[in-house]
């Protein structure tokens, strides 16, 4: 299931399919930025879902 069904992803996937649109090293650790199926930006820090923007 789509962790980000909690975040309001309509997409509802059975498997998360994010592209992996870049990731950066911080003081706060490793960000990555990633785009859903359904459009959706999705800010992982650390692997954690750290935001989620729908488009
Ligand atoms: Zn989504």
Redo the contacts with the bound molecule.
């Keep these: 299931m789509?962790p980000?069904k909690d975040w309001g992803?309509?997409?509802a996937?059975r498997q998360p399919s994010w592209r992996l649109l870049s990731s950066h090293s911080t003081s706060a650790g490793e960000v990555e930025y990633c785009r859903?199926?359904?459009?959706?930006l999705?800010v992982l820090c650390e692997g954690e879902v750290a935001a989620f923007t729908p488009r």
């Design positions: 789509c980000l992803c309509p997409a996937q859903c199926t359904c459009d959706a999705v």
